[in-house]
Nanobody
Framework: AQLVESGGGLVQPGGSLKLSCAAS????????MSWYRQAPGKERELVAT????????YYADSMKGRFTISRDNAKNTVYLHMNSLKPEDTAVYYC??????????WGQGTQVTVSS
C-alpha cells in the first residue's frame, strides 16, 4: 500500500493551496481518509477526516470554514483545499488511510509554508 501527497509549497498569508493524496495498493473506496499535520516542535494533529463514500466529514475547530476535505474514489485520491492560510498553518501535511481495526497507512508528507 502507498499514499503519496503532493501540492505543498510556499504561499503568502491569506492564500490558498490544494493538497492531493494518491492511493495505491489497497481498496481505497473502503477506507476513511484523514489529513494530519505536524509543525516543528509540535505533535501531529488531526486536520480533517472524510468517510469512505465522501458523504461525511469532520474538521478540527481551527480549520473549520477554511479547509475542505474531499475525495474521488474513481481516482483513488483525497484532497485538502486550504483557504485563508495563516503562518500557523505551516507544517508537514500527511494523509492517512484507516479501515476498522486494520493497520493505518500513512503518506510521507508534503511541506506547506505560509510566509510573506
Amino acid at each position: 500500500a502507498q499514499l503519496v501527497e503532493s501540492g505543498g509549497g510556499l504561499v503568502q498569508p491569506g492564500g490558498s493551496l490544494k493538497l492531493s493524496c494518491a492511493a495505491s495498493g489497497f481498496t481505497f473506496m473502503y477506507y476513511f481518509m484523514s489529513w494530519y499535520r505536524q509543525a516543528p516542535g509540535k505533535e501531529r494533529e488531526l486536520v480533517a477526516t472524510i468517510d469512505s463514500s465522501g458523504g461525511s466529514t469532520y474538521y478540527a475547530d481551527s480549520m473549520k470554514g477554511r479547509f475542505t476535505i474531499s475525495r474521488d474514489n474513481a481516482k483513488n485520491t483525497v484532497y485538502l483545499h486550504m483557504n485563508s492560510l495563516k503562518p500557523e498553518d505551516t507544517a508537514v501535511y500527511y494523509c492517512k488511510a484507516r479501515r476498522g481495526s486494520r493497520s493505518d497507512y500513512w503518506g510521507q508528507g508534503t511541506q506547506v509554508t505560509v510566509s510573506s
